[in-house]
Nanobody, 125 residues
Framework: QVQLVESGGGLVQAGGSLKLSCVAS????????VGWFRQAPGKEREFVAT????????LYADSVKGRFTVSRDNAKNTVYLEMNSLTPEDTALYYC??????????????????WGQGTQVTVSS
């Protein structure tokens, strides 16, 4: 069983930055990937970024590429999501999740089986 706790969300003006953290405890291994997803009110949960713990391989949604950076510190069992040039469209509840997806499926929420409670990001215009 893996437990995940996100932090770092908040209210920021458009153009600003935030850095989210996801701390894992329990049975997380280097075989896992840690993904970030977000869900805005009335919308489906969408993929944001993901990183493999072992190789550091990363994948990003087109909507955040060049603005967001996902990184890991395996010694601390922590994955970060650095978000720059934020826009109101980035407003959502951000979740981290753990799974073992193959590369072609790393964007699919159903490939992740442990989820955190989420941290709210609100970007004002």
């Amino acid at each position: 069983q893996v437990q995940l706790v996100e932090s770092g969300g908040g209210l920021v003006q458009a153009g600003g930055s935030l850095k989210l953290s996801c701390v894992a405890s329990g049975g997380i291994t280097n075989n896992h990937a840690v993904g970030w997803f977000r869900q805005a009110p009335g919308k489906e949960r969408e993929f944001v970024a993901t990183i493999r713990r072992s190789s550091g391989y990363t994948l990003y949604a087109d909507s955040v590429k060049g603005r967001f950076t996902v990184s890991r510190d395996n010694a601390k069992n922590t994955v970060y999501l650095e978000m720059n040039s934020l826009t109101p469209e980035d407003t959502a509840l951000y979740y981290c999740a753990v799974g073992s997806p193959i590369v072609s499926a790393m964007q699919r929420p159903d490939m992740y089986y442990y989820w955190g409670q989420g941290t709210q990001v609100t970007v004002s215009s």
